[in-house]
Structure formats: C-alpha cells, structure tokens
C-alpha cells in the first residue's frame, strides 16, 4: 500500500489567501480560500473552521502535484499591471465624466476614490 507524501514545501498551503466568516443561518463559522472558490470549511470556531480548510489545501495540492495538474499561484505572489479596463455602458460613462468633471478630477481618480482606493 503506498503512502501519502507531503509536498516538499509543506507550509505551501500556509501561502494561500483564506477569509473566515460567520454564518447566522448555520450558527458556525465558514473558512474559505481565495485561489480555490470550490473549497470551503465550516466548523464551531474559528480556529477549527481554518485548521480543517488548510489541511483540505494541503490534501487537494497533494492530489494535484501527483496528476500533475498546475497549482494555482497564491494571491500575493501574483503581478498586477495597475491596468484595469471597465465597461460602462453610454448612459453610465456619461454620468461619471459629469460627475468627475464637476469635481475637477480625471475619471480616474473619481473612480478609484468611488471604489475606496484613494488612499492605497
């Protein structure tokens, strides 16, 4: 019978970018991750709720390193251009010019104050 082998980096799963919520309708708490929308954990702590999602990562990039499967990158290792192309519709587009140009500022910079990033 052959055995389960841990990743050589078997902190890997530890990279990943997870988010902890509580459910009022199951009265738990639901741990999921970001790099994998198909996954998810719930439990009665929190602690429970992430111990038992991360080890379910661990399980499934085990299975994928031996199918040979590409792993996805974590979140924080990704590049990001700063380019980001939004389509508006006429009625909209018009809307947001008005309203940036009433404010003296490019659409840009209304948007990305609009969308709570003046400050990142």
Same mark, same amino acid.
């Given at each position: 019978m052959a055995t389960k082998r841990k990743p050589q980096n078997s902190t890997a799963a530890a990279h990943y970018t997870y988010r902890l919520s509580w459910s009022a309708k199951d009265q738990e708490f639901i741990a999921t991750v970001i790099e994998f929308p198909s996954l998810s954990w719930i439990a009665a702590s929190r602690e429970a709720a992430l111990n038992g999602l991360t080890s379910l990562v661990e399980e499934v990039l085990l299975d994928m390193l031996t199918q040979g499967e590409?792993?996805? &990158?974590?979140?924080? /290792?990704?590049?990001?251009?700063?380019?980001?192309?939004? &389509?508006?519709?006429? /009625?909209?587009?018009?809307?947001?010019a008005l309203d940036a140009a009433e404010r003296n500022e490019s659409m840009n910079s209304y948007v990305i104050k609009k969308l709570g990033g003046g400050d990142i």
């Open positions: 590409d792993i996805p &990158r974590p979140w924080d /290792e990704r590049a990001f251009s700063g380019k980001f192309n939004l &389509r508006l519709g006429p /009625e909209l587009h018009k809307k947001v």
